[in-house]
């Protein structure tokens, strides 16, 4: 039982951050140098939007799909380019 939660924690902890480097990638690609600016602009929580590119927090459904709509993604899109990625890549 325990193994299963180790596992199940790695991999959740393994999928923030390969959303986290994700979201940040797309907001400079956007042009925004800054995380604030980009929150501020798109009205999200500044606080909030640093966990997410830091990789700090488990992001809501409503959050996640506020994001994709700003980046103009489909949940498929978006988690197909996770898994072309390295996580430990911040590229």
């Not at 596992?7 to 800054?34: C, D, W």
């Not at 995380?35 to 996640?64: C, P, V």
Request: hydrophobic letters at 35%.
């Amino acid at each position: 039982m325990e193994f299963s939660a180790v596992k199940e924690e790695q991999l959740l902890q393994q999928l923030i951050e390969q959303m986290a480097v994700k979201f940040t990638e797309l907001r400079k690609k956007k042009g925004y140098t800054s995380y604030e600016n980009f929150a501020f602009d798109h009205e999200l929580s500044r606080m909030q939007y640093w966990r997410i590119e830091n990789g700090k927090t488990n992001i809501t459904l409503k959050t996640l799909c506020k994001l994709l709509v700003i980046h103009k993604l489909t949940p498929e899109e978006f988690f197909s380019s996770l898994a072309k990625k390295d996580p430990k890549s911040k590229k």
